[in-house]
């Protein structure tokens, strides 16, 4: 199987010096570079390639180690500058055996630096790993590339650290899955399977509609919840997911109220809960303004 190279591109508003030091320094390297855990700079000798080592943890006490060799130019004409890289792995568990690839700095006119890489590897595994590798890993790491590529864009820019960046990358996506869990579980459960008599008692205590009328209201209401639910996994947008959010869940626990004011005195009662959802709403609207994404970068040529 033929082995596509992966290749990121983004523009930087930034100084030359400035963006190959934050590239180049592995201390800060590692602090925007989510492919990697560390990365270390070995002795160098004279007139030799920079080597290193690195460690990527992939989670349950698991990490991947990995050596590298780096050489960097400065002598374009044009004040361009390439780093060219060779690495790999012993580790057996590691999809990817060895690889080479190059780092591109390219000013340009209008005061920006045009900051791109393409590199390929071997898989390892025969045919299945390349199966693997070709649907899974592949995209996964091309993708943490251009995540990668992003926040530091960010950083020197706005001079907003990768570290909250991440924190607040990685805070959306866990209330976008826990918000996307939440609506197909209450779309599906009590809704759809199992159509509880308490969901469809709060629609005919409202609005007066037979108890057959209701169900119908209730299926309704749950084949909505699971397309919002699908949504959290898919619409790029999610402050204003959040936003919808945040006006429907007072309305939500309003009409659950009079529809049955006994709710009240439950155990996990609508007031309690839709007013957690609520506060997890708002944090998640005041974190979602400007999260870093692979998608501000070009991925061909």
């Given at each position: 199987?033929?082995?596509?190279?992966?290749?990121?591109?983004?523009?930087?508003?930034?100084?030359?010096?400035?963006?190959?030091?934050?590239?180049?320094?592995?201390?800060?390297?590692?602090?925007?570079?989510?492919?990697?855990?560390?990365?270390?700079?070995?002795?160098?000798?004279?007139?030799?390639?920079?080597?290193?080592?690195?460690?990527?943890?992939?989670?349950?006490?698991?990490?991947?180690?990995?050596?590298?060799?780096?050489?960097?130019?400065?002598?374009?004409?044009?004040?361009?500058?390439?780093?060219?890289?060779?690495?790999?792995?012993?580790?057996?568990?590691?999809?990817?055996?060895?690889?080479?690839?190059?780092?591109?700095?390219?000013?340009?006119?209008?005061?920006?630096i045009t900051f791109l890489t393409q590199y390929n590897y071997e898989p390892s595994f025969g045919r299945i790993g390349s199966l693997i590798d070709h649907y899974i890993f592949r995209p996964l790491i091309g993708w943490g590339t251009a995540l990668s590529f992003d926040v530091l864009k960010r950083w020197l820019e706005k001079e907003e650290s990768p570290a909250s960046q991440f924190?607040?990358?990685?805070?959306?996506?866990?209330?976008?899955?826990?918000?996307?869990?939440?609506?197909?579980?209450?779309?599906?459960?009590?809704?759809?399977?199992?159509?509880?008599?308490?969901?469809?008692?709060?629609?005919?205590?409202?609005?007066?509609?037979?108890?057959?009328?209701?169900?119908?209201?209730?299926?309704?209401?749950?084949?909505?919840?699971?397309?919002?639910?699908?949504?959290?996994?898919?619409?790029?947008?999610?402050?204003?997911?959040?936003?919808?959010?945040?006006?429907?869940?007072?309305?939500?626990?309003?009409?659950?109220?009079?529809?049955?004011?006994?709710?009240?005195?439950?155990?996990?009662?609508?007031?309690?809960?839709?007013?957690?959802?609520?506060?997890?709403?708002?944090?998640?609207?005041?974190?979602?303004?400007?999260?870093?994404?692979?998608?501000?970068?070009?991925?061909?040529?």
């Amino acid at each position: 199987m033929k082995h596509k190279p992966i290749y990121v591109e983004i523009p930087i508003h930034a100084k030359m010096d400035e963006l190959w030091h934050a590239t180049q320094n592995p201390k800060l390297h590692e602090q925007w570079d989510v492919r990697f855990s560390s990365i270390t700079y070995l002795p160098k000798e004279e007139g030799k390639p920079q080597l290193f080592s690195y460690k990527t943890k992939i989670g349950f006490g698991i990490e991947i180690a990995g050596w590298g060799k780096s050489v960097g130019s400065h002598h374009a004409e044009n004040d361009s500058r390439t780093s060219s890289l060779h690495f790999g792995t012993d580790q057996k568990i590691s999809i990817i055996r060895e690889g080479r690839g190059y780092w591109k700095y390219i000013p340009k006119e209008d005061g920006s630096i045009t900051f791109l890489t393409q590199y390929n590897y071997e898989p390892s595994f025969g045919r299945i790993g390349s199966l693997i590798d070709h649907y899974i890993f592949r995209p996964l790491i091309g993708w943490g590339t251009a995540l990668s590529f992003d926040v530091l864009k960010r950083w020197l820019e706005k001079e907003e650290s990768p570290a909250s960046q991440f924190l607040r990358f990685f805070s959306i996506w866990i209330l976008s899955f826990f918000f996307m869990f939440l609506w197909m579980y209450h779309g599906l459960i009590p809704k759809l399977l199992f159509m509880h008599p308490d969901e469809v008692t709060m629609i005919t205590n409202t609005i007066p509609l037979t108890f057959e009328q209701g169900k119908w209201i209730v299926y309704i209401a749950g084949i909505l919840e699971l397309a919002f639910g699908f949504l959290w996994l898919f619409y790029r947008n999610k402050k204003q997911l959040f936003t919808f959010q945040i006006i429907i869940f007072p309305l939500l626990t309003l009409g659950a109220v009079i529809a049955e004011p006994g709710y009240l005195i439950q155990p996990f009662n609508p007031l309690t809960f839709n007013m957690s959802l609520f506060v997890l709403s708002v944090i998640g609207f005041l974190l979602s303004k400007n999260v870093p994404t692979a998608k501000s970068c070009k991925r061909t040529r």
